[in-house]
């Protein structure tokens, strides 16, 4: 019992001791660089932080106009935040955008976000609409 305690102890000392630093733009991996320069602009970039709990990696992008993009730890996109503003949608799956701008026209997307089953996203309307990683229609949300 004494030895299962230490191993628990250790394992949450682990977990508590990781935190997000702060770390340089270019120390993100490559194809999150040519992500945020392509759609947002590195000029825009106001910090970039690594969340690593040990299990995994997570990066994190903070523009200068409160979006927030998260990464992978291989590099790939997992949200976009744009804190109420419109997001770019060229990165995103185009049966997504048509099925936006015929069922909500006038609308715009500012946020999504993907998992390995579905990609959701948030409209200025307030509604929260999902999708499957195919990019059709699962339901919305309210």
Known sequence: MKKLLSIAMLGFSM?????????NYNQMPKTSQ???????????????????????KEYKVYLNN???VEFEGNGSWKEIDGNHN??????????I???VKRSFPN?????????RNSIDIELNNGLDVEFDRNGNFVRIDD
């Open 15 to 23: 977990i508590s001791f990781a935190q997000d630093r702060a770390i």
């Open 34 to 56: 040519q992500f945020v320069n392509k759609y947002f602009g590195v000029k825009q970039v106001g910090s970039t932080i690594l969340d690593d709990d040990y299990f995994s």
């Open 66 to 68: 409160g979006t927030k």
């Open 86 to 95: 419109a997001i770019p949608t060229g990165f995103i799956p185009v049966k």
């Open 97 to 99: 955008t048509n099925y």
């Open 107 to 115: 609308t715009m997307i500012t946020k999504i976000e993907k998992d």
